[in-house]
């Protein structure tokens, strides 16, 4: 059973656009909340974390949104570059926990 | 670079065979984890190791086995290898099991015929 859902698949978008990428869980024991960045060849590397007490946290051009009574949360991309092109991981876990659970992952590309 | 290195890169085996899949953590990262990534798909946890000891482990069966070392250093072995196992495994280490940003390693692409 997938703990974590991750929607889209893959994402198209202009430079400059603002891709949205989707996640779901159901396990409310959860309570951190990373997204993750994986370039190929390359492990994926935290781009962004969120817990459920705020409902928006941005850094730089990237903001996570959360909605905890949907048990859902999103990742924004601002100003999208071509060099954000890469697949992107939503992932779940309890605090101080020692399992992530991931999404399936999405593969964004940004167009120049 | 996160100071997590895996080796070797690449591994060819055949089914049957058993394979140990090496990682180098961070000086202090009393904590490694170990991913199974299939393609197209996001890791999946295999087992947490904790100051040398197994702490935490996913849906996997015995044959996938681990040690860690007080160099933090680990392995990773899988025995009687199957089709499904072909897959970029990553490790992952982390100061203490009490904190959540881990740090991954480049990953050991096996792929088992």
């Given at each position: 059973q997938q703990q974590v859902k991750q929607s889209p698949q893959s994402l198209i978008v202009q430079k400059g656009g603002i891709p949205i990428i989707n996640c779901a869980y159901?396990?409310?024991?959860?309570?951190y909340f990373p997204w993750y960045q994986q370039f190929p060849g390359k492990g994926p590397a935290l781009l962004i974390a969120i817990r459920p007490d705020v409902s928006e946290k941005k850094e730089g051009r990237f903001t996570i949104s959360f909605n905890k009574s949907a048990k859902q949360f999103s990742l924004h991309i601002m100003?999208?570059?071509?060099?954000?092109?890469a697949t992107y991981f939503c992932a779940a876990s309890r605090y101080a926990g020692n399992q992530f659970y991931f999404g399936t992952g999405t593969s964004l590309t940004v167009i120049p | 670079e996160t100071g997590v290195t895996q080796s070797p890169t690449h591994l060819i085996k055949t089914r049957g065979q058993q394979v140990t899949l090496r990682c180098s953590s961070q000086s202090g990262h009393n904590t490694v984890s170990w991913y199974q990534q299939a393609l197209g798909q996001g890791p999946q946890f295999i087992f947490q190791y904790y100051r040398e000891e197994e702490n935490g482990r996913g849906?996997?069966?015995?044959?996938?086995s681990g040690l860690q070392f007080p160099n933090y250093s680990s392995e990773l072995n899988v025995n009687?290898?199957?089709?499904?196992?072909?897959a970029l495994y990553l490790c992952a280490s982390r100061p203490?099991?009490?904190?959540e940003t881990q740090y991954f390693g480049p990953g050991t692409r096996l792929l088992v015929l």
């Open positions: 159901e396990n409310t024991a959860f309570d100003d999208s570059q071509p060099g954000d092109s | 849906n996997f069966p015995p044959r996938f009687a290898l199957e089709l499904d196992d072909s203490d099991r009490g904190q």
